[in-house]
């Protein structure tokens, strides 16, 4: 297992951006994958988007592709979700989760066995 904490959330007006990172503890993070999940009120998880242990392929929810990127640093054992052009939409409690298994691309939840607390977005109009 991992331990993981999101930080870098916090209130955007709409068309703003936000950088929220993940630390996480340890010295095997670099053979996680890892994702990004959020979660509005009164709605389920939702995938973001997921990147793989080298960072060589990323993946995206539709929602988000070309506004929102996903990235790692391995030597600092943290994990980065640049959202640009943010949207009232957007809202949500944003979730980092790691994955030391085969599947980490499907959007699946069940594919990550490790998550954060999360950390608060929230976009207004």
């Known amino acids: 297992q991992v331990q993981l904490v999101e930080s870098g959330g916090g209130l955007v007006q709409a068309g703003g951006s936000l950088r929220l990172s993940c630390a996480a503890s340890g010295r095997t993070f670099s053979s996680y994958a890892m994702g990004w999940f959020r979660q509005a009120p009164g709605k389920e998880r939702e995938f973001v988007a997921a990147i793989s242990w080298s960072g060589s392929r990323t993946y995206y929810a539709d929602s988000v592709k070309g506004r929102f990127t996903i990235s790692r640093d391995n030597a600092k054992n943290t994990v980065y979700l640049q959202m640009n052009s943010l949207k009232p939409e957007d809202t949500a409690v944003y979730y980092c989760?790691?994955?030391?298994?085969?599947?980490?691309?499907?959007?699946?939840?069940?594919?990550?066995?490790?998550w954060g607390q999360g950390t608060q977005v929230t976009v207004s109009s």
């Open positions: 989760a790691a994955s030391a298994g085969i599947h980490y691309s499907r959007g699946l939840s069940t594919d990550f066995g490790s």
